[in-house]
């Protein structure tokens, strides 16, 4: 059964077993307007939580992707490199930024569930 | 473009189009005759003579310069109208610096060429540091950043260089705020630094306590704007200038600005360590499309042996330029900073502005300046969104809550106004208000230009909140191109021609 | 005054509608202290006949090159700029134009600079160019910065040919960074050995062609050997006309060109502005520092131009961007386009020859010299000569300006810890010179020495 977390930067993170796959949520998506380019992290690379693990350029913007959770990389969304677009049509689907595999599931009960993110958006603007 | 407007020819009248150069060739045909070379000795080409041709487009004069001139006429210049961009000082380039900087004795000089034969030179240099050092009231320039950019990282590489030698080189920490220009920040990490932002409070000025709660003894330096990208007069900056040098650091100043204060105000005199000046805003030297520009950054009795080379020092027969640290003991140059002397051609239209004007009319210009920026502000206030109450200085900042609720952006806005026949303002900067408009008149401009400007945007405002958003978006629409698609630019980067 | 359209009357206008008694109202917010009450020690405002006589009075100060035999080169050469260049540039909606960040308003400096980025690419055999950086000097710092960032490593390999002005502002950005540069000792002879030196650690070896004395390499085994290591070729042009006669740094295996654009469109104005060209690879693009214009559709899909992939840039990435740059050398760059783009393949192909024709000329006729030899076993328009083992080329230099010849400048000018190079002069000589400044340089010499 996979559960999928937020964090406060726009992250999210789906966990099936002991593999998570991060991306950027729907609203992270929007504030950047469309991307333009996206780079992944290499497979092997160990993150702790919060590091900088990948970065989405928009036209306007360039933001780093932090990850949720310590883990090392197991994949990169290859498909970005030909479609970032992908980012902007499903940002919680086809357009994930990379897989790593969990150091310490524990570390996910320190993020937010949908409900939290979803409270959580509604104190911004 | 309605049917009754399409041509044969792609053309509109004098909106002509214009193929790139690489589509225009023919080869064999030639702009410059050159006599011929005779037979070429190859011994001496250490057997790296040109394989294969270069790949550019032959054309003859009369296509070259009509090229050119129909490019020309698709560009808005100050020359063009109003130009009203924040913090960029886009004020009259006047003719006579082109006139002066074209003299074959100015012109046609080498930089190398033996110092006695250059005198004339080095006099430009020094008259052009003597009157930014009394206009700022600083002891030491350094004449060669070739822009604001490399003016500030010159200025960091003073600060740093100096707490090196006196053993504090533990002070890596530099302050900015929020509202900084991104050079700012760039500038600092390009010195080793970390950046340390500081917020600003509610009036749109630094928030001292938030500064001074950020104080330590691993501060290298605060760099601040003032006035700053509100357009405001940093109100407590003797205040900052005091808790910065108690903590023992530095106080940078970023000159973008310095247009509001020149002849009325020394920075020296706010307790400000470096700053440097664009002498292609604040002394109006022309800003070519995005360039060339110069920096010259004025140091502190502190900082000034940290000045890089070369430099020139008057040396009792004549002038001298120094560029080699041992010329000159007490001197600590922390390097270099470019090739050659310095930006010399920007640095004779700056001194011809500054002669023409003198001090007088200097003071002058920063005064009509701020009265050209507040009347924009009084008149539009009521009809735009301002985020912060006046006075403000030569720039003046509204955001777009006027805007609310009208579907129109402030990028819309934006692009309604060129129709309009105006360059538009810096939109969406600084950061710390929604959808920024940032607008610098200048003192070039007359009251019947900002009157007209007044009015078309008072009338755009009241057009946007009428629901005429529709309109805003196919906007511009009488412009050679309209709304180019950056985002395809971006994923699909094509940055040159091929065959 | 003739910049300030306000008359008092319109002044008075204009603060009635503020709600301000007075101007100094307006600047309420300087602190007291700090708002001057005297007027400053300069002078006060003058017409343009007084202005245009101050400038006349310095100029009539210096020797001009055009006023004397000249043979200086060293990173700045004098080439005939065509009248046309001059009088395009003065077009008010070039010269008086910003940044183009507004392209639809801007599409004539948007595409002057597209074209200039492909010429730039197209001489230096690379795959794309930047929208220029303020000089040579600066965008070689720069390629060092880079190649440590593509590279992730940490050390740079400066040639002992590298222009000494390169070099030193090279060390200076380097300074305060994770990078380090390993200089060598000057080369006048194209002795020093660099693929020895390339190592695991290094990002990347900075070599100019032809070399500050004169020597053009073939670059070939170096980008080999840099390939194999991992490590990037900076390759540094002084005079990109020498690119229309010999082989671009691109086909060698560069994977970074850098170059002073002056000699084309600019004249040498006493070293300033400069115009500083940076090409690369496709595949670095990204880490390229500078501005890009880049080609596009607009909203009815005609062919336009932007400036793009911004966000590696300063005013997005703040700390974190390729480099602080934020002004390129923009009408320096339309100069430079304007020039090479009235040459053509055929011109610029002649002037090149041209030129080495006549640097071969004025070796030829030094040999007739005794205890004076060329150096340089290769050269373009610009070779080191050795005066003899005793001579001072400074003093020499001295000499011939004293009899009014512009004689080249002696290596010594940027070496004064070199007692080796002493002796040596750097010669240039381009398009400019006559056989009558040739054998005048020629007779001085023989006299002075």
Not at chain 1, 22 to 40: M, R
Not at chain 3, 170 to 193: H, N, Q, S
Request: negative net charge; hydrophobic residues 45%; aromatic residues 6%.
């Amino acid at each position: 059964m996979s559960q999928t977390r937020f964090t406060k930067d726009h992250e999210w993170i789906r966990v099936e077993g002991d593999i998570g796959t991060v991306g950027i949520t729907d609203y992270a998506q929007h504030a950047l307007g469309d991307i333009v380019f996206v780079e992944t992290p290499n497979p092997g690379t160990a993150l702790v939580k919060g590091a900088e693990a990948a970065v989405v350029e928009s036209v306007k913007a360039a933001s780093e992707v932090y990850s949720p959770v310590a883990g090392t990389v197991t994949e990169g969304n290859a498909d970005l490199e030909e479609k970032p677009a992908l980012v902007n049509e499903s940002p919680e689907g086809d357009g994930w930024f990379f897989k790593l595999r969990l150091a310490d599931a524990g570390q996910l009960a320190e993020l937010m569930d949908l409900a939290a993110y979803q409270a959580y958006l509604k104190t911004l603007d | 473009m309605t049917e009754s407007q399409a041509t044969f020819s792609g053309n509109r009248g004098l909106m002509l189009e214009e193929a790139l150069i690489f589509e225009l060739g023919h080869p064999g045909r030639v702009a410059v005759d050159l006599p011929d070379p005779g037979p070429i000795d190859l011994d001496r080409l250490g057997g790296c003579r040109r394989a294969a041709p270069v790949g550019l487009p032959d054309l003859a004069e009369p296509q070259v310069v009509r090229h050119y001139t129909r490019l020309s006429q698709k560009n808005y210049g100050i020359d063009s109208g109003l130009y009203p961009l924040g913090s960029c000082t886009m004020k009259h380039n006047p003719r006579l610096s082109e006139k002066v900087a074209r003299l074959p004795g100015l012109a046609d000089l080498h930089p190398f060429q033996p110092q006695a034969t250059v005198q004339g030179a080095l006099e430009v240099i020094d008259s052009l540091a003597h009157w930014l050092k009394v206009l700022t009231g600083m002891p030491e320039v350094a004449m060669s950043p070739a822009a604001g950019a490399h003016g500030e990282w010159c200025g960091l590489m003073a600060i740093r260089a100096y707490h090196e030698a006196k053993g504090q080189g533990h002070r890596r920490r530099v302050l900015v705020p929020e509202s900084a220009h991104g050079t700012n920040p760039a500038s600092a990490a390009m010195c080793g630094f970390t950046v340390d932002p500081i917020p600003a409070k509610e009036n749109g000025r630094v928030d001292l306590d938030a500064l001074k709660a950020k104080l330590g003894d691993d501060v290298a330096c605060l760099m601040l704007t003032n006035p700053n990208t509100c357009g405001l007069f940093e109100t407590e900056i003797l205040e900052i200038a005091a808790a910065i040098h108690e903590a023992g650091a530095f106080f940078y100043c970023d000159g973008a600005n310095f247009n509001a204060i020149v002849g009325r105000v020394r920075i020296a005199d706010l307790g400000i360590d470096a700053m440097h000046i664009n002498l292609h805003k604040t002394f109006a030297t022309p800003h070519g499309g995005g360039g060339p520009g110069a920096g010259p950054t004025v140091l502190s009795a502190e900082l000034a042996p940290f000045a890089p080379l070369p430099f020139v020092v008057a040396d009792g027969a004549g002038l001298k330029l120094v560029e080699h640290a041992a010329e000159i003991p007490e001197s600590q140059p922390f390097g270099r900073v470019k090739g050659y002397h310095g930006q010399f051609g920007v640095f004779i239209r700056a001194l011809a502005y500054i002669l023409s004007m003198g001090a007088d009319g200097l003071r002058q210009a920063s005064t009509d300046a701020v009265l050209n920026a507040n009347y924009l502000l009084a008149r539009l206030a009521d009809q735009l969104s301002a985020p912060f109450a006046g006075p403000c200085m030569h720039e003046c900042l509204f955001d777009d809550s006027f805007l609310k609720d009208t579907g129109v952006t402030t990028l819309d806005f934006a692009k309604a106004l060129i129709d309009e026949g105006f360059h538009p303002m810096t939109m969406y900067f600084p950061l710390v208000v929604h959808g920024a408009l940032l607008m610098e008149p200048t003192e070039s401009e007359s009251k019947e230009t900002l009157d007209q400007f007044i009015a078309v945007v008072g009338g755009l405002a009241a057009k946007a909140k009428a629901g005429a958003a529709e309109d805003f978006k196919q906007s511009p629409r009488l412009t050679p191109r309209r709304r180019l698609d950056e985002t395809l630019a971006a994923r699909n980067p094509v940055l040159r021609w091929k065959a | 005054m003739r910049y300030l359209p306000h008359t008092d009357a319109d002044r008075q206008e204009m603060l009635a509608a503020i709600g301000a008694p007075d101007a100094e109202a307006l600047f309420r917010d300087v602190p007291a202290a700090a708002r001057l009450t005297k007027p400053l020690d300069l002078p006060g405002s003058q017409g343009e006949l007084e202005v245009e006589r101050a400038f006349q009075g310095m100029a009539r100060k210096n020797l001009s090159a055009g006023c004397a035999p000249f043979f200086i080169g060293a990173g700045i050469y004098r080439h005939h700029v065509p009248a046309a260049v001059d009088q395009l540039l003065l077009r008010g909606e070039f010269l008086t134009a910003y940044t183009p960040y507004q392209p639809e308003v801007s599409q004539g400096t948007l595409q002057a600079l597209f074209e200039f980025q492909t010429q730039v690419a197209l001489l230096t055999g690379m795959d794309a160019a930047n929208a220029s950086m303020y000089d040579g000097a600066t965008a070689c710092a720069e390629a060092a910065v880079m190649a440590a960032r593509v590279t992730k490593r940490h050390k740079v390999i400066l040639s002992g040919g590298l222009h000494p002005h390169f070099r030193a502002t090279t060390e200076t950005v380097l300074r305060y960074t994770e990078i380090t540069a390993e200089v060598l000792d000057p080369d006048p002879l194209g002795f020093e050995d660099l693929i020895g030196r390339i190592g695991p650690d290094i990002a990347g070896v900075v070599v100019q062609n032809p070399g500050f004395f004169g020597g053009i390499r073939d670059l070939r085994p170096l980008a080999e050997a840099c390939h194999q290591a991992g490590a990037l070729l900076v390759v540094a042009v002084t005079d990109p006309v020498s690119l229309g006669l010999i082989e671009s740094p691109g086909a060698m295996g560069a994977d970074i060109v850098v170059a002073e654009g002056q000699s084309l469109g600019m004249g040498m104005s006493f070293g300033g502005p400069g115009l500083g060209l940076f090409a690369t690879r496709d595949k670095y693009v990204r880490q390229m520092p500078g501005r890009l214009a880049g080609q596009t559709i607009d909203v009815d899909g005609r062919r336009g131009f932007v400036l793009t992939l911004s966000t590696r840039e300063q005013h997005i990435r703040r700390e974190k961007a390729t480099s602080n740059i934020c002004t390129n050398s923009g009408l320096c760059a339309l100069a430079f386009s304007m020039h090479l783009t009235l040459l053509g393949e055929t011109g610029l192909a002649r002037l090149a020859e041209l030129n080495h024709a006549k640097a071969v000329r004025l070796e030829t006729k030094l040999k007739r010299l005794k205890g004076v030899r060329v150096v340089s076993q290769s050269y373009f328009n610009e070779f080191a000569l050795r005066l003899g083992d005793e001579a001072d080329a400074a003093q020499v230099v001295e000499a011939l300006a004293a009899r009014g010849i512009l004689a080249g400048v002696p290596a010594s000018r940027f070496y004064p810890d070199y007692p080796e190079l002493a002796p040596v002069l750097l010669l240039a000589a381009t398009e400019t010179n006559t056989e009558a400044d040739i054998d005048a340089l020629v007779a001085a010499l023989e006299e002075v020495l």
